[in-house]
């Protein structure tokens, strides 16, 4: 079984208990001044999970819809967004359900790129992206920094969350940034990988032109700084103009 497969499940909610609704919001306010939202267009949030980011589109009354793979996290998603008029959609990231131009932009967000081991698969991503945003849409990719995860990456680290103890031991595996995760509680043992696949700016922008995207603006973290070596994050945003 693929480990995004496997990972994404009721303890993935307990590793990533710290993730909260504020910390999304501030990331889609600023995704929405960048790619100029306006309230009643279609978004679609890439990769939703619990439904963090789609809460705080819908907080900027955008017509969203969210789309994960998990269906433990589509649950907790749609009990987190009862009253709301977020639709949720189990789907793989490389085959979206959806016509072609059904949204005004697509966010990608938290590192959801990258996933799978071969070029072709994350392109794959890439190119639904743009099938699905509207000509002249706008898009959005979250994704880490290489040479950043390269020079601070914390090799292990514990702690305990709820009476779990929770160790992450982290490597760099040629191409790959890997996780290994380790619960311990009165059910036993427990172990998941995380694994993804890193890019450099260039290799993001080429696989990018190849997708049918056109980039606008790479930025290294949600104040809005341009992208350098040493930035945070690759956040990268542009528009569909096929």
């Known amino acids: 079984m693929p480990w995004y497969e496997e990972s994404f499940g009721e303890d993935?909610?307990?590793?990533?208990r710290h993730r909260n609704r504020a910390g999304a919001g501030r990331e889609v306010e600023a995704a929405a001044e960048w790619l100029d939202l306006k309230k009643g267009e279609s978004v679609l949030d890439l990769c939703c999970g619990t439904g963090r980011h789609s809460i705080a589109l819908d907080d900027l009354g955008l017509k969203v819809t969210g789309i994960d793979l998990s269906s433990v996290l589509l649950q907790v998603a749609r009990e987190n967004s009862r009253g709301r008029r977020i639709e949720y959609v189990h789907g793989d990231m490389r085959d979206l359900s959806f016509t072609e131009g059904s949204f005004d932009a697509v966010l990608n967000l938290f590192t959801s790129f990258g996933y799978f081991a071969e070029d072709d698969e994350n392109?794959?991503?890439l190119s639904e992206i743009a099938r699905v945003?509207?000509?002249?849409?706008?898009?959005?990719?979250?994704?880490?920094?290489?040479?950043?995860?390269e020079s601070s990456l914390?090799?292990?680290?514990e702690r305990e969350q709820e009476g779990t103890r929770i160790l992450e031991e982290r490597w760099i595996?040629?191409?790959?940034?890997?996780?290994?995760?380790?619960?311990?509680?009165h059910r036993g043992e427990r172990h998941?990988?995380?694994?993804?696949?890193?890019?450099?700016?260039?290799?993001?922008?080429?696989?990018?032109e190849v997708a049918g995207l056109t980039v606008g603006q790479v930025r290294g973290d949600f104040d809005g700084s341009l992208y350098s070596g040493d930035s945070p994050r690759m956040i990268i945003t542009g528009r569909v103009e096929r």
């Open 12 to 16: 993935y909610l307990l590793v990533y």
């Open 154 to 157: 914390v090799p292990r680290s």
């Open 123 to 125: 392109v794959k991503v």
């Open 192 to 208: 998941y990988e995380e694994r993804v696949k890193m890019y450099d700016r260039d290799q993001m922008l080429r696989m990018m």
């Open 133 to 149: 945003t509207r000509h002249g849409g706008r898009f959005l990719v979250d994704f880490l920094n290489r040479k950043a995860v």
């Open 173 to 185: 595996d040629g191409d790959f940034v890997r996780k290994k995760i380790t619960l311990t509680d």
